[in-house]
């Protein structure tokens, strides 16, 4: 069956027949749309239910979505001509990008057609135009990025922000980057009492600025209502421990913390490749040892932890990395997905709506499920 004559997803959580909704700028990505449609493809098998609105020039999707047969029957087309390069300046795109796939896969969450929208493309026109298209929650200042970090807590995952949504943050701030940072935790994670630290140059009390002194007291402050643990303050050697589930810290530090981890870790895949293969009984090591090798290869590659959450909007919007193939967008998409089967969205503005109101954070009613936002 062709894109073009499937029938429109329906809703934009969960359509009436039980469907999760995802909408996908096509375009975004240095690998092209060959890479992001293959991610749908690929992210098909873990979510049966999954159906995607395609973002992009029409002639172009049709044909590749067709070489995957598991895509039949999941897709609806939007045509858009226009594409949001790298080197485009968000102001740029907010005034002239009204026929590009980046905004028309925004406009599909806002329209209430898909839960959320995954875009492999310039991380500042699309932060820019999530917040003009989606607007901010009622009571956010600034949104902020939100990735996970590979950590040796069961779930292998911390999760850090702000990682690049806006340089600047005061303690105001910090504070609801601690309160989105738990919302996300509980439903992107699991976790029903997250524990927050924020990121500093040493543990003590004493140290840091005093924007970070400030922020320290009005996280501590807030979470007895907001049901987490304040561990106080971590250091980078901190970000992959087992010691906290949720990092804060402005968009400058987690950007560069953010980048640096990347960067590391593909350098120690490549010295454990240069290693195994330096002579013969390294690749006979290599061989008797490939299963774990395999296994460690899976954990620190960085297209497993794919997909930087956008916080704060009315909408979710995950970011896939700009360089990501066709396994690294599966996993943006499959983030994406979960947060979306979770009701994510709306237990974070009833989060943030509360605690807008009160002037503190506390505690929104709980769901039917029990469980906190």
Sequence with gaps: MSAMNDSRPEAAKQGSSGCVVISIDAMGGDLGPEAVIGGMARSVSDAP????????????????????PELSGRCTL???DGVVTMDDKPSQVVRNGKNTSMWSALESVRAGEAGVAVSCGNTGALMALSVIRLRRLPGINRPAIACLWPSRNPGGFNVMLDVGADVKADAEDLLQYALMG?????????LKRPRVGLLN????????????????????????DADFEHVGFVEGSDLPSDRVDVIVTDG????????????????????????????????????LAMRALKALGARIDPRRVNGGVFLGLNGTVVKSHGASDATG???????????ARSGYQERLAARVAHAAQAGQDAPADREQDGQNP
């Design 49 to 68: 239910d999954i159906r995607f609105i395609v973002h992009g020039p029409q002639d172009t999707l049709q044909g590749l979505i067709d070489r995957y």
């Design 78 to 80: 939007r045509h858009a």
């Design 182 to 190: 738990v919302s996300y935790a509980r439903n992107g994670l699991g």
């Design 201 to 224: 140059v040493g543990t003590e009390e004493h140290k840091g600025r005093a924007e970070l002194k400030l922020a320290n007291e009005l996280i501590a402050a807030a979470a007895p």
């Design 252 to 287: 400058f530090t987690g950007n560069v913390a953010l980048k640096t981890g990347e960067g590391t870790a593909r350098l120690v895949g490549d010295f454990l490749r240069e290693a195994l293969n330096s002579g013969l009984m390294a690749r006979l090591g290599a061989l």
């Design 329 to 339: 967008v599966a996993a943006a998409i499959g983030l994406a997905y979960k947060l």
